[in-house]
């Protein structure tokens, strides 16, 4: 169904929304505005730095063909981010990354605190990446972060601090605690004055993209979850400036409750959600787009979507049986195009079709196997191995 006087937006029967970006720039170069922000070069040294690291390997491609077919697609890649390091998530890319870049800017790890809000994943990746090079970090956690999550963070040395509201309070905690204590934030978020690190945070996601094409994921479309918009920004700047205008068509996704980006587009310009953003997707609960990441998404990505939290359950389901173990944030991408795929308005919108190569990031493993059983029934432990 289109919306009256909207023929950008379309509602699926599946309740998944569909906003073709009003504010789309196809033709637009990637320039020095763009190229300040992120870049190949800025991607490359990140990769450099990464696929250095002890226990490095480039995360798996996994190919969905029953899922391509019963959805009317050429294929469905699918990158498999649990298998990230440890951490189970692309995040290790970003938060560990950012502090790596500190610590060689300062020419040491002396004296350096760090710190962040975290719904989980970027507050486990700072505080990695500050236990492998000897630095103090302090996380912020909101209240409905769940228990094993912020165990898992606390795992790797850090304090975690648990404070009232959402992540959006918590980014606010954990800037008053910095100022306060003379400590560096390593947030993923940027907001006016702050952008440096965000960047560095960024730019780390990139390698994700840069590792598929080495990979030879050549796709049509990039379907990829948005919290803050770093990770989709991150994405979409690597095919961008590599392909310009013949890049695939990137869209972003996030739970219905949570859609500071599909808002924004919508609205044409920033624009923050508030309440409680409960979602069972808990990376993506995140009522403020990230300043630097939407300057790029805003003429950059080719559309928004908005799904129900039922959609994401499904499709946790629906790779369990196929033996990937993903959590809630890590399948939104996915569930995203499932929602939309089965109707004609959505794919005409977005010129999906048989000959359609899509890839999907799977941005995380089940990073709380107690929720992971919750919704599937099964251990991520026994799902895995059916697939060793
Ligand atoms: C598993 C997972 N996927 C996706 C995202 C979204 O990343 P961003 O906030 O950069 O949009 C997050 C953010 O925490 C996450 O944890």
Same mark, same amino acid.
């Given at each position: 169904m289109l919306f009256d006087g909207m023929p950008n937006l379309v509602v699926a029967a599946?309740?998944?929304?569909?906003l073709v970006n009003p504010g789309l720039?196809?033709? /637009?170069?990637? %320039?020095?505005?763009e190229r300040a922000i992120l870049s190949l070069e800025g991607a490359r040294l990140a990769h450099s730095t990464i696929s250095a690291w002890p226990g490095y390997a480039a995360t798996p491609v996994l190919s969905l063909d029953a899922l391509a077919a019963a959805s009317g697609l050429a294929a469905i890649a699918y990158k498999h981010e649990g298998r990230r390091f440890a951490l189970k998530s692309f995040k290790a890319l970003g938060g560990a990354?950012? #502090? @790596?870049?500190?610590? #060689?800017? /300062? +020419?040491? !790890? @002396? %004296?350096?605190? #760090?710190?962040?809000?975290?719904? %989980?994943n970027h507050g486990r990746a700072v505080a990695w990446g500050a236990s492998r090079l000897g630095v103090? !970090? =302090?996380?912020?956690?909101?209240?409905? =972060?769940?228990? +094993?999550?912020?165990?898992?963070i606390a795992a790797f040395g850090a304090e975690v601090r648990r404070v009232p509201g959402n992540y959006d309070d918590a980014?606010?905690?954990s800037a008053e605690a910095a100022a306060a204590n003379d400590w560096t934030i390593v947030s993923d978020t940027s907001w006016p004055g702050y952008d440096l690190i965000p960047r560095d945070v960024m730019q780390g996601y990139a390698v994700l993209a840069m590792e598929a094409e080495e990979q030879g994921a050549a796709p049509t479309h990039v379907f990829v979850q948005g919290g803050v918009g770093g990770l989709a920004a991150g994405v979409l700047s690597w095919y961008w400036e590599l392909q310009g205008a013949g890049r695939p068509r990137v869209i972003v996704v996030e739970p219905e409750t949570a859609d500071c980006l599909y808002r924004s587009a919508l609205a044409g310009r920033?624009?923050?959600?508030? %309440?409680?953003?409960?979602?069972?997707?808990? +990376?993506l609960a995140c009522g403020e787009p990230s300043q630097l990441a939407w300057a790029l998404l805003a003429p950059g990505a080719d559309a928004f979507v908005t799904i129900p939290d039922a959609r994401a359950a499904d499709a946790m389901r629906d790779l369990?049986?196929? +033996?990937i173990a993903a959590g809630e944030s890590g399948v939104a991408g996915l569930a995203g195009l499932r929602a939309i795929a089965g109707d004609a308005a959505c794919r005409a919108a977005l010129g999906l079709d048989g000959a359609s190569r899509v890839f999907c990031i799977g941005t995380e493993g089940a990073t709380d196997p107690v929720i992971y059983r919750e919704i599937v029934g099964r251990d991520?432990?026994? #799902?895995? /191995?059916?697939?060793a």
């Open positions: 599946t309740g998944a929304r569909l720039d196809r033709n /637009r170069p990637y %320039g020095e505005a990354y950012a #502090v @790596e870049r500190l610590v #060689v800017q /300062r +020419g040491s !790890a @002396e %004296g350096l605190t #760090v710190t962040c809000a975290t719904d %989980g103090k !970090a =302090v996380i912020y956690v909101h209240e409905t =972060v769940s228990e +094993g999550r912020a165990t898992a980014v606010r905690a920033w624009t923050a959600v508030g %309440g409680d953003l409960d979602t069972i997707m808990a +990376g369990a049986d196929l +033996g991520p432990e026994d #799902v895995e /191995r059916m697939s």
